[in-house]
């Protein structure tokens, strides 16, 4: 199966800075997904995005399937916005939908 | 849509009981995936259905965990018996598997094996 690598493992962000965590895939995707798992260890679906940009308010992701990565931009950041980000991915050959997950980024913004 | 609902949403049981989880996955969705996390291993599937069918159970850890789909909105993960390491927390997931397949995850169960 498909190596599903994030960075930074940590970060930690005063209110109001901006961020970019990176993901990077081993193998070709045709399924990426970013996840925060807020405190309260419920997943919550950011994007989908195989390829191409999205924005959703303050955060948005771009996708360069090419070259297997995926960026989360994190702008104006506040104190909800704390928790892990996962991004997930299927690979080309996988059969069927099987999400591989990274390890994820744990963020901590401060007041 | 209420979502996808697992049930309990934690679970304290001693070493060798037995632990049923349960999912109902979003109505109309055809595909049920389980999974589970942990601090060692993060997020990892054990198993998935497609239309009610167990495709891909590679992910179980051994004959002491089981999965069934009796029908379109409803699964239950069956722990028996139970050990410690078993303890972490489960969720469910599912998704409508035609074109843009995005998976929705519940709010987990999370188990404690004492």
């Known amino acids: 199966g498909i190596q599903v690598e994030q960075s930074p493992p940590d970060l930690i962000l005063q209110e109001g800075a901006n961020s970019t965590l990176r993901c990077n895939f081993s193998?070709?995707?045709?399924?990426l997904q970013w996840f925060h798992q807020n405190p309260w260890g419920q997943l919550i679906n950011l994007f989908y995005?195989?390829?191409g940009t999205k924005q959703n308010g303050r955060l948005s992701a771009t996708t360069v399937a090419t070259e297997r990565y995926s960026l989360l931009y994190i702008s104006s950041s506040q104190t909800t916005d704390s928790g892990v980000y996962f991004c997930?991915?299927?690979?080309?050959?996988?059969?069927?939908?099987?999400?591989?997950f990274g390890g994820g980024t744990r963020v901590l913004v401060k007041p | 849509d209420a979502g996808v609902i697992q049930s309990p949403r934690h679970e304290v049981t001693e070493m060798g009981q037995e632990v049923t989880l349960r999912c109902k996955p979003i109505?109309?969705?055809?595909?049920l995936f389980w999974y589970r996390q942990t601090m060692m291993r993060g997020l990892e599937l054990l198993i998935y259905f497609n239309n009610n069918v167990p495709i891909d159970d590679s992910g179980m850890p051994e004959d002491r965990f089981s999965a069934k789909m009796p029908n379109a909105s409803f699964s239950t993960l069956k722990i028996q018996p139970s050990e410690p390491r078993d303890s972490a927390v489960y969720f469910c997931?599912?998704?409508?598997?035609?074109?843009?397949?995005?998976?929705?995850f519940g709010a987990g169960t999370r188990l404690s094996v004492l």
């Open positions: 995005i195989p390829s």
């Open positions: 997930a991915g299927v690979g080309v050959k996988a059969a069927g939908n099987k999400l591989t």
């Open positions: 193998d070709s995707v045709n399924n």
């Open positions: 109505s109309g969705h055809n595909s």
């Open positions: 997931a599912s998704s409508l598997s035609r074109g843009i397949d995005i998976q929705y």
